[in-house]
């Protein structure tokens, strides 16, 4: 029973910190303990990276400049379901959540691959470190304008996302503080863009105009003085709504669904002492996402958070491809594959708008809740596919399977998933239907796997089956 | 059926998004304006690729098929349509078009609010069908179904990989399981409330390609797709009174040409394939097409391409369409222009208040939240 907890506790820390996992990993990393499974997460230099070269090898048009949609979607779905180092594919994740830039203005996936590449190597470190990234970033600073912001014309896209959306939150800042922090930003910029037609483009890079600055006197945030760019991150960082505008991120992201971000000042977290907790670690450690993510993981709040979080599109996308297997090569159709994610309404590197994507309950539509249970039912019921197989096989072991046998087996090695009485009643009732199930002869065996495979088909067409 | 109150002769709107921000000045050219040729020095179109609609304006060669229809006096051009201090952001200004709320954030779609006026019971949950996979702001209004057609009509529904024998059985337990029950919270609800709607949907969509057959071939191309499957579902007399379908993207910051070109060959033989079939089916009658995006675009070209702008052109077409100008394409002048966009001079909201009060017979005001002038392109 002790072991069969903590089979569901890694489970649920693999699906929050990574994309899930088959039952032979999670058996290895339940020997290997929770707290060790947890510092791996948090170091992903201790595993190899994905092999850059096989995508290169199948996908070459995957990295030419101003690749149309699928090419770039194609890119980092080669990574997400390749990746060894589940945390960092999905810290950059989270990172693409709140910095959400996209292609429909970028038109550029070349340089939303490298932001998301910045969001891989540094998106466990330091956040102000991050954020001045960012800051520097050719891509925001193309996607927010701020090649327009002048110093003798202030552009405020950027300053105002910046405390909006990136650190601060509505309500921390005044008007005044927009312009402010805008002409801070003046002179931040880039080497000119590069029509594409007929040469393809050079890649971006940021540039510091000091003429184009505006150097003069200025106040943000009650300080005082000649302010640049870099003074102004450093002041953002050591306001306290910065740290509880991240950590709710990162509760929204990684424990359980908060409301949307618009609503933040006006409804409290769903645990305010979660918040304050993780508050605390950030900024003690000096804004360190690894501390911050250490002390969330290993919370209490976070272990009883199961099934709490609505699966975004990515995550329901990526962990049903890694869990049945055979979808590791990018082989010709892989681009089609990529796109099921902007079918269920996230077109990855191609966010609605700076706000990111509305989640929890506002993933689901009837199309998208549609395409989330046909796209999850196609995979899961091709016995084909290893994993698929491994999960009839170790159903098989058993010998003999009773309908609640073949019921509970399923939802065991999905999940464990936790489901609803009256869901569960219903699975019970098909399985009866069917009656006992046996690989006991070859036709016998052909039955039982298409049995097995349409409760695992059913299973994953329940709501529960939605969250994580 | 569940379409007990509607008929065949019910009006019925179709939607056709052009997302992305068209390019109102090289899709309704002022050939002769001096300004339009002094603006669009890398993207303008020549005079010898420009079908004239009169003295004053023309349209490029790539969007050839529309020309029939404003001939026949069936297609109306709405000059300058936008709003007031209109936002160069794709997604705020699609939100604004979306919800009819330019100031503060809006919950509830335009477009929602008239479903909800057609069903307010919700007796029929294909009132409105989405070609697409995503769901418009415009179509959503809490309780009020919409029906997300993401691929071809023949596979809409749950779980097309089984069949046969299995697939009522399975349904049946999917329908079961998504019942909703005491304690299982809102969000459970509102997946329930989905679940069977889409379900519900399900049966009844899948007879429309069943019972189409048709002379007419469409191109291959997305947006004809749709606008096929738009048709298969409006013969189906399923009671559909609301079709939404887009094109994208219109964002042409650069490539305008030929990507400009490539967009409006497609949207245009779409419509014409769709049109001619709605004829062919006696089902013309009662359907009107809007046409609208977002913005236009600057009116200076940036060497390759235009950046978002402010005021746009939008169409109705259809054979109860008085075809025709409606409204002037605001000044060119470097004075009028507004941070280098034209200024829009026809509310959007105009536009939707003459479908409203003159075809759908609705009360403009509290749907689209305001009384405004109405353009008389409809009896």
């Known amino acids: 029973m002790a072991y069969q907890d903590d089979i569901a506790l890694m489970s649920h820390l693999m699906r929050r910190a990574g994309f899930g996992a088959g039952r032979d990993e999670i058996e290895a990393r339940v020997a290997k303990g929770y707290e060790a499974t947890v ?44 990746t060894k180092r589940p945390l960092e594919e999905k810290t950059a994740l989270f990172w693409h959540h709140v910095f959400a830039t996209g292609n429909s ?106 003429e184009d600055h505006d150097d003069g006197e200025k106040t943000f945030l009650g300080h005082k003085g000649k302010l640049n760019g870099e003074d102004i991150i450093n002041i953002i960082v050591q306001q306290p709504a910065c740290a509880r505008f991240i950590c709710r991120h990162l509760y929204n992201f990684f424990v359980a669904d908060e409301p949307q971000v618009p ?82 309404g996230q077109d990855l590197l191609n966010p609605p708008s700076v706000e990111g994507w509305h989640t929890g309950k506002e993933w689901i539509n009837s199309g998208s809740l549609m395409a989330r249970v046909n796209f999850c039912a196609e995979k899961i019921g091709d016995p084909s596919l290893p994993g698929v197989r491994a999960i009839i096989n170790r159903l098989k072991a058993k010998g003999n399977l009773s309908p609640d046998q073949l019921v509970d087996g399923c939802l065991d090695l999905l999940g464990p998933m936790v489901i609803r009485d009256d869901t569960k009643q219903e699975l019970a009732a098909q399985a009866k239907a069917w009656g006992q199930i046996s690989w006991d002869s070859d036709t016998n065996a052909q039955l039982a796997d298409q049995r097995t495979s349409q409760m695992l088909q059913l299973i994953v067409a329940t709501r529960e089956y939605q969250f994580a | 059926m569940p379409a007990t109150e509607t008929t065949q002769k019910d009006p019925v709107i179709v939607v056709l998004q052009l997302t992305g921000g068209n390019d109102y000045l090289n899709t309704v050219i002022p050939y002769n304006n001096p300004l339009y040729r002094d603006n669009r020095k890398a993207v303008g179109i020549p005079d010898n690729q420009i ?107 749950f779980l097309p990989t089984i069949q046969g024998e299995q697939r009522k059985q399975v349904l049946g337990r999917f329908a079961q399981m998504y019942q909703p029950a005491v304690g299982s919270g809102l969000v459970m609800d509102y997946m329930s409330e989905t679940g069977l709607d889409s379900l519900k949907g399900e049966d009844i969509l899948k007879v429309a390609p069943l019972k189409y057959s048709s002379t007419v071939q469409y191109p291959n191309s997305p947006i004809a797709r749709k606008l096929k499957g738009i048709a298969q579902v409006h013969f189906a007399d399923l009671g559909t009174r609301i079709f939404y379908c887009d094109h994208s993207t219109f964002d042409t910051h650069a490539g305008q040409n030929p990507g400009h070109g490539n967009l409006w060959t497609a949207v245009t033989e779409g419509i014409d394939a769709f049109m001619k079939d709605l004829r062919e089916h006696n089902h013309a009658d009662n359907v009107i097409l809007l046409m609208f995006s977002e913005f236009g675009r600057r009116v200076r070209d940036n060497g390759s391409g235009t950046d978002h702008g402010a005021g746009g052109v939008a169409f109705v077409l259809g054979e109860q369409v008085k075809g025709g100008h409606y409204g002037e394409m605001p000044s060119l002048k470097p004075e009028h222009l507004v941070q280098g966009d034209m200024n829009p001079n026809m509310d959007f909201r105009s536009v939707y208040s003459t479908m409203l009060d003159k075809w759908l017979k609705l009360n403009p005001a509290p749907i689209v939240n305001g009384t405004f002038e109405q353009p008389a392109f409809l009896n």
């Open chain 1, 263 to 344: 609503a933040w000042p006006i409804d409290p977290p769903r645990d305010p002492k979660a918040i304050d907790a993780l508050a605390g670690v950030f900024k003690d450690s000096n804004f360190d996402m690894t501390a911050t993510l250490r002390v969330l993981f290993n919370s209490d709040f976070f272990k009883n958070a199961r099934f709490q979080h609505m699966k975004s599109p990515a995550e329901v996308v990526v962990s049903t491809l890694r869990l049945v297997g055979g979808h590791e090569l990018p082989r010709p159709g892989y681009g089609e594959l990529a796109m099921n994610t902007a079918y269920m």
């Open chain 1, 39 to 82: 510092e791996e997460l948090l170091h992903p230099e201790t595993q190899p990276p994905v092999d850059a070269y096989t995508l290169l090898r199948y996908q070459p048009a995957s990295l030419l400049p101003g690749g149309q949609p699928p090419m770039g979607n194609l890119n980092w779905m080669f990574y997400l379901v390749n």
């Open chain 2, 51 to 157: 079908m004239h609609l009169d003295e004053t304006y023309g349209i490029p060669h790539y969007m050839a098929p529309l020309k029939q229809f404003w001939d026949d006096k069936k297609l109306a051009i709405l000059h300058g349509v936008g709003f007031k201090d209109s936002p160069r952001s794709h997604f705020r200004a699609m939100d604004i078009w979306h919800t009819c709320e330019p100031i503060k954030v809006g919950t509830e779609g335009w477009l929602g609010r008239v479903a909800r006026e057609f069903d307010p019971k919700k007796e029929n949950v294909v009132t409105t069908v989405s070609m697409g996979p995503s769901l418009p702001r415009s179509l959503v209004v809490q309780g009020v179904p919409v029906a997300c057609v993401a691929g071809p009509l023949e596979r809409y529904g």
């Open chain 1, 105 to 210: 203005k970028v038109d550029n996936y070349d340089q939303l691959l490298e932001q998301i590449n910045i969001f891989r190597e540094k998106g466990l470190g330091n956040y102000r470190d991050l954020l001045l990234e960012m800051a520097r970033n050719p891509t925001m600073i193309f996607w927010l304008d701020n090649q327009q912001n002048h110093g003798t014309a202030v552009n405020e896209n950027w300053g105002r996302e910046l405390l909006e959306l990136f650190s601060l939150g509505a309500g921390n800042y005044t008007e005044t503080d927009v312009r402010e922090c805008s002409r801070a930003f003046t002179g931040w910029t880039f080497e000119t863009k590069i029509p594409r037609a007929p040469y393809g483009r050079f890649p971006w890079k940021f540039e510091y105009r000091p």
